[in-house]
């Protein structure tokens, strides 16, 4: 049903919220992967292209039968891309007050070059897979990436 969508979101299932890079590493050497990533991505957003304000986004890819999740790498992402990723999460700030979600899905229609519809279908779609998800504890491999973890 994914038709070719650039931007996409992606839920962490909730019993991986901690089993992240990010938490796992120390902060200087997470520092280090960041600063990495952005130069990878000629200080640009690794999806829109749009300069200012990049994220590090770890990119996982989740084995649905082996309940198995591995980090695949990382991508520079700017704050739209990077909260339609994190869409469930866009909502608790927009709940809050603390965020336009209107601004994130028009970015995902510019991006994508789609309707709001389209929006709603992925959005349906990725919340149904992460409540799937979400059933399951998930093993996780850091992959290639394995080595950056402290012994
Ligand atoms: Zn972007």
């Not at 938490?23 to 640009?44: L, N, Q, S």
């Not at 986004?57 to 991508?75: A, P, T």
């Not at 028009?106 to 919340?127: A, I, L, P, S």
Request: aromatic share 14%; net charge positive.
């Amino acid at each position: 049903m994914d038709r070719e969508l650039k931007l996409t979101a992606e839920l962490v299932p909730k019993t991986s919220w901690y089993n992240n890079m990010r938490k796992t590493v120390p902060p200087r050497k997470w520092d280090k992967i960041r600063r990495r990533t952005y130069a990878e991505y000629g200080h640009r957003c690794g999806v829109c292209g749009s300069k200012g304000r990049l994220n590090c986004h770890e990119i996982w890819h989740y084995d649905d039968h082996r309940h198995f999740q591995e980090l695949k790498g990382f991508i520079a992402l700017c704050d739209l891309c990077h909260h339609v990723k994190h869409i469930g999460f866009a909502g608790v700030l927009a709940a809050r007050g603390k965020m336009d979600y209107e601004s994130v899905i028009e970015h995902f229609v510019r991006v994508n070059d789609c309707d709001w519809k389209t929006f709603e279908e992925h959005r349906q779609e990725v919340f149904d897979r992460w409540s799937q998800r979400s059933q399951h504890q998930w093993e996780v491999g850091f992959g290639e990436y394995e080595k950056f973890k402290p012994e």
